[in-house]
Each structure stands twice: as C-alpha cells, then as structure tokens.
C-alpha cells in the first residue's frame, strides 16, 4: 500500500503567507518562516511554497524567502511561482528546494518540463494545474432555470480548463489531456488544485481528482477544499490520490496535521506517524 501524504501548503504574497476562496479574497495567515517551523514539529510530510502572484506580475519567485523557510525545514520542499526557465529552477534548487512545480510556463513553454526533467531529474518537477469546471449542470441551472436547481443539485462537472496566471486566465486546455501531455513531457507529479473547492472547506472535489488520478500513472496531489478530517480519508477512499494539500485549516490551527493523520490511519490510509 503506498503511503498517503498530508501536506501543508504555503501561499505566498509580498512575503507573507494568506490564504482565500476560489482564488479570491486573500486575507493574511502569518509570517511564512514561522509556519513552516511549525509545520516542521508537526511532521508534515511535505511542505509546498507558492509565490501565487510571480507569473501574473512577471517577476521571479522570492529566492531569499526560500532559503530562509530551508533552514528551517528537513522535510522535501517543493516550490512554484514565476519559475521561467532552467535558470529559475537551478535557483531554487540550490536555495534549498527540493522539487519545483511549474504552472503558467508548464502551459505557455510544455519543452521546459521535458528539459527540468532530462537535467535535474523527474522527480524533481512537478506540474501545478489550476483546474475549473466547464458549464457544469449546476452553474447552468442557476443562471437559466431557478426552478429546477434541485433537480440537478450535487451533479459532478466532466470537464474542466486548465488556468493560468494564478488562476486568473483561462487557457482553453482540458484538464485530463494536459495532465496526461505533462506526464508523457516528463513530469514526475501532478498538483491539482479545484478551483471551485479552494478555500470552501467543503471538501475535495472527487469527481475531478478522481478522473484525473486515473488518467495517469504518476502521482497526483489533490488540493482545495479541505475542512475536516473526514475529507482526507474521503479523498484517499475514492480517488488514487497519493497526498492531500490543505493550508486554511492549518495556518488557522482548525486542526493539526498530526490530528489528520491519526484520524486517516483510523480509516484505514497507510501515513506516516
């Protein structure tokens, strides 16, 4: 059984960490160093940091911000925003990162997944996509028919676009191709992130990390949503999600990520203690 991984995650904005829903309305969620020290005597498994406005603003991720959270930090660290090219991704290797995800430049340049992947490894690159559903029946109903939302209430979209630029632009791209593209390209994990969940604290969204987590063989994060215990072993029961992403109910304190494992094990995920 391949273990689960319950990993925080580190939005940042002008060097301080927040957090919003559906990409909106971010309010601020603390000093990023301190988070991830905390995160660290949690046993987190992984950490992942996000400089969520460096590819909209067209500037490069905070390397200074990075090599401060290393030294604090022993577990693997993934990081994104801004990342450009090879350069970029050297960078922040050397800075401490373990691994760097590739969002706007996966999409508007796919070779530099391959050419991340041929020189420092597949292990190394991870592909971040920001997925929304496409005119879901529920989205449709409100809009045109009042009458019969509860007819169609709770049906799963089957389609969903691929965005960019922190989320701000669409790109046209089908989830599930893009996922598979990336894999094929070279990279070596997928975090997927719901755009209409994040921040909702509704839970995950299965039906999309469901098929996108049978679509390819790599491993795949599911991100957005998070709000209970039980949404972590949901996740793990129904999809082949090999970790889960949650920041709000963590930099908030909600819950611990020890407490998250404890119950996960309980329902029977193979974590980590």
């Not at 340049?109 to 292990?123: D, E, H, M």
């Amino acid at each position: 059984m391949i273990t689960k991984r319950i990993i925080p995650c580190l939005d940042i904005n002008k060097g301080r960490v927040v957090k919003g829903v559906n990409f909106l309305n971010l309010q601020d969620a603390g000093d990023p160093v301190k988070n991830a020290q905390y995160y660290e005597k949690e046993d987190a498994d992984e950490l992942v940091f996000l400089d969520i406005t460096a590819s909209f603003e067209r500037r490069g991720t905070t390397v200074e911000l990075v090599k401060k959270i290393a030294k604090v930090v022993f577990m693997p660290f993934t990081v994104g925003g801004g990342i450009s090219k090879i350069e970029d991704i050297r960078a922040l290797l050397l800075a401490g990162a373990e691994k760097i995800s590739l969002n706007t430049a996966a999409v508007q340049n796919p070779a530099l997944i391959t050419q991340a992947s041929r020189i420092f490894g597949s292990q190394c690159v991870v592909v971040a996509i920001d997925a929304k559903a496409i005119n879901s029946p529920q989205s449709i109903v409100d809009s045109k028919k009042k009458k019969l939302r509860t007819i169609t209430q709770g049906l799963s979209a089957k389609k969903w676009e691929v965005y960019i630029h922190g989320g701000r632009t669409p790109t046209g791209l089908d989830v599930l191709e893009w996922a598979q593209r990336a894999q094929k390209l070279g990279a070596g994990e997928i975090l997927l992130t719901s755009m209409d969940y994040d921040g909702t604290k509704d839970g995950y969204d299965i039906a999309l990390t469901k098929a996108v987590s049978s679509a390819i063989t790599i491993p795949v994060i599911a991100s957005g949503g998070a709000g209970k215990p039980e949404d972590f072993s949901e996740l793990f029961k129904k999809t082949k999600a090999t970790a889960a992403l949650a920041a709000s109910i963590f930099h908030y304190r909600e819950y611990r990520v020890k407490e998250i494992k404890a119950y996960a094990q309980k329902q029977g995920a193979e974590v980590r203690l």
